[in-house]
């Protein structure tokens, strides 16, 4: 089955897809966060190199999610439907 567009849901599909992708931002937000405390204590202890080099690559991939792009759009047709 194909994934509906998001102006496509109705308002409850809406709703519910809005429970999915909060409980994904709040995971993705404490990752991004847990690796910036590993790099900070990584600088802290000088130890630089893989220290560094791979939380800075984890935190640029959970940037770049395309998830993250459909949450604004989500979060723009909640407005618009006066849905939040």
């Known amino acids: 089955m194909e994934e509906k567009e998001l102006k496509e849901l109705t308002d409850q599909e809406l709703l519910n897809e809005e429970k999915k992708l909060k ?3 709040i995971l993705n937000a404490f990752l991004i966060g847990f690796l910036l405390g590993i790099i900070f204590v990584s ?3 000088n130890a630089y190199g893989l ?3 791979l939380p ?3 935190i640029y991939k959970f940037v770049k999610d395309p998830k993250n792009k459909k949450v604004k759009e989500l979060e723009v047709i909640l407005k ?3 849905l939040k």
């Open 80 to 82: 618009e439907r006066n």
């Open 51 to 53: 220290a560094l080099l």
């Open 56 to 58: 800075l690559f984890l």
């Open 23 to 25: 409980s994904f931002s």
């Open 43 to 45: 600088i802290y202890y």
